[in-house]
């Protein structure tokens, strides 16, 4: 012991290590302590020796003072206080307290919030000692009082609370109700007598719970009561059975909607906690906050998952549950579901409505739907389509259609009740939503999954916008849809069910009532403003227009519209059918995985390659005349209408051997060259053998024969072009024979093109002939002056659409009256390039032959 004592002397390593103790409440055992005092003993000699060694005092001179170390004494006799581990945690907790009633006077929820969390960690550490501080009693105490005020301030004054504080504030109303019941009691004897309670210093004891002992018979049996049929119970912390009871509803509530967006969170575990909640559920309340939350956690699953969809078992699963939700809602007209109702605070009791009252529970029947909508859309685009597991997951559209069609009923009936402000988009979003799922369908599809959805909802369901009984046929559905929509929403839901009606007329071949409606709308001209969702819509409701235009006959109409997408040769792309590879495009991986987000599903797909069949056919019609046209009269502009198909063309001549046509484009590209050559018969031939016409169905046989007339007009038009130098006269009559057509039939043709100026000849009826015009043949200076007086004129229009744009249209001097040829008309603003279909100078003579001049002295001279 002697070297212990001399030890402490020169080191305070003990006196810290016995404050640490008394710190902490450490209490040394008897065998604790013999060893350490073993330990300390050798410690004690090794440092001894030590010391010795390095010739400091030895002996009595030790505990002498010395000069130099008389401050270091003066320190040694200054006491240190040491404080309990009980006293610091009181300190620790006055420190708190003192904090949150500073931000009381300045009204800071946020840290008030963040503070309180803390105080409550401090408190479970003093009262596991026995006693409630009586500080923390009137600090949640005033605490609550302090946030019933504000409340009532905040109903009177029109001040509001910034982002920060209002969010900690509302987590602050639900913590202090939560947390003052189980303070009750002392909540109560404070606010009794506020002085006497703090005066007195006896402190209460927390009064321990006595357990009630049972055998060991009631615990096997109260333990097999709770386990399941597979043979596992539930457990809480502590290893103890979670009970589910009707009463303790609420509270698990609360506990998962807390826990919804923090990591680590099992979301499976929460699915089968509120499953197990939903069979104890008695009331229509307990049951709509158990549905209301299942289905959001069940949303969840996604967005905490490597996968990137809801699996089919977790699809159907919400949908069962949001269709038990409706039932629910249907039946009990006492509890509705909108989205600015409050919330209800009190978990212990559930809410007791009047008789004639209406309870709001927080909550958005439309999202739900939209978002169990996006989750099938999202499965069927990464499901391959080719598979019989994508014509599974395609038969849940009748299911979702039915959730449809019920939402839109609840929705109406609430917009009747008096006391239930519902939004007005609420309606139009389910409208559009169900105008989505059957605009692109046939009739067919659309009345029996008209049909299927009324017989599964019950007799006394009734909706105002389409009634029972109402739907024989799928265009009445579709204008009735559309016209609420045009009637009760602008922006964008508006401009997407005016683009859904024309893809459906479209698509019933009513062509002409399609495009003067695409007219009306304007759209082409504020499309680029609309979200990319809306411009795909767009996009394919153009390629539809184009597709009807062709099986109406209209080649030159379908060609001009079709020209801006196919054209461009980036169809999959537009149409959101698939993501393309660009040669030097720089996409980065966000911007791939967006428009992979934004592919349709397979089922609404337009078939690209009938759109290039039919794009090609069109630009074969057009082009191969116009080819001829101008190379026989060299004065004429040269004119491209579709440079996709010339590439093609150009690259099929260019080929050396020409094999047996494998695919649509060489068959149209073989065809192309055979009616160039005046074969028409083998061209009709070429073109009636592409096997993509039979995806046409019961429009394939008018098509041919419309596609076979068609190429016998064009083989007259350009056989005329290309031999017309060639020939004085021609007879009807042979070119009745040539071309399989009627001599009638061939002076119609011949007129228009001699009307149209195409052609410079007359037509002899009395011996049905033509009698060509032979123009005066240009040198090849006054060909390049034609070409120099067009370029000369192209400069002019530009710098007039110039001036015209920057004078605002108020230079009347420079604007000129031009007369445009013109075959076949177009239509308005879809067909915005030049349609001068002869020369380059518009408003002039025509020569006989096809020959045409420039103006001024030169052309006065040759005209001479």
Known sequence: MSSRFFHGGDSDSESSSSEEEELYGVEGKAEDSEEEESSEEESDSEEESSSDDEGGPVGASRFMKDVASS????????????????????????????????????NDWAV??????????????????????????????????????????????????????????????????????????????????????????????AVPVEKVRRNRVQRIDELDAQIDEEGFATVGRGGRTLQYTPESILKHLRTIIESRGKKNTDRGEQIRIMEKLLEVATTPYQKIRVLLTLISTRFDLTSTSTQTYMSQEQWRSAEREFSSLLQILEASSTYVVTENADEWDDDDKAPQPAPNEVFKIP??????????????????????????????????EQLLYND?????IYIENLKKMENVETPPESANRI???????????????????????????????????????????????????????????????????????????ALQDDYWRARDLALMSHLTENISTFDISTQILFNRTLVQIGLCAFRAGLCYEAQG??????????????????????????????????????????????????????YLTCSMLLEIPLLAQTGSSPDIRKRII??????????????????????????????SKALANGEWRKCSELISKIAIWDLLGKDRENVKAMLAAQIQEEGLRTYLFTYAPYYDTLSLTTLSGMFDLSVKKIAAIISKMISHEELGAALDQVNDAIVFRKGVELSRLQSQIVTLSEKAMGILESNEKVLETRTAGMANAYVRN???????????????????RIGGQAGAARRPGGQQFGGGALGGAIKA
């Open 71 to 106: 401050d270091e004494s003066d320190d040694e006799d200054k006491h240190t206080i040491v404080k309990s581990a009980k006293d610091k945690r009181l300190e620790e907790l006055e420190g708190t307290v003192r904090l949150i009633e500073n931000k009381e006077k300045i």
């Open 112 to 205: 008030i919030s963040t503070e309180f969390d803390k105080m409550n960690r401090q408190v479970i550490k003093i009262v596991q000692s026995g006693t409630i501080p009586k500080l923390y009693v009137k600090t949640i105490s005033d605490l609550e009082d302090t946030i019933n005020e504000t409340i009532a301030k905040q109903k009177t004054t029109a001040l509001k609370m910034n982002a920060s504080n209002t969010k900690g504030f509302n987590a602050m109303k639900q913590k202090i109700k939560k947390n003052n019941k189980d303070y009750a009691t002392e909540v109560e004897k404070y606010r009794a007598d506020k002085e006497a309670y703090m005066e007195s210093d006896e402190e209460e004891e």
């Open 363 to 396: 909550g958005s029947i439309v999202s739900s739907i939209e978002r169990l909508d996006d989750e099938l859309t999202r499965s069927l685009q990464q499901t391959d389509p080719h598979t019989a597991e994508y014509i599974d997951r395609l038969g849940d």
């Open 404 to 408: 449809i069609v019920r939402s839109l």
């Open 431 to 505: 409208v559009m939503r169900r105008l989505e799922h059957i605009y692109f369908k046939p009739t067919q599809v659309v009345t029996t999954l008209e049909e299927n959805t009324w017989k599964a909802l019950p007799e006394r369901l009734q909706s105002e916008i389409t009634p029972r009984g109402f739907v024989k046929d799928a265009a009445p559905l579709v204008q009735t849809l559309c016209n609420f929509l045009f009637q009760h929403s602008e922006g964008i839901i508006r401009a997407r069910a005016m683009l859904c009606q024309i893809y459906f007329l």
């Open 561 to 614: 519209v079709l020209q801006e997408i196919c054209g461009s040769g980036r169809q999959k792309e537009l149409l959101a059918q698939g993501v393309g590879m660009q040669r030097y495009s720089q996409v980065t991986p966000e911007q791939e995985r967006l428009e992979r987000q934004r592919q349709l599903p397979f089922h609404m797909h337009i078939n690209l390659e009938l759109l290039e069949c039919v």
């Open 642 to 671: 579709s440079k996709t198909f010339r590439r093609m063309l150009e690259y099929t001549e260019r080929q050396v051997f020409q094999g047996p046509p494998e695919n649509t484009r060489d068959h149209v590209m073989q065809a």
């Open 818 to 836: 031009e007369q445009r040829g013109d075959r076949g008309g177009g239509w308005g603003g879809w067909q915005r390039r030049d349609e001068r």
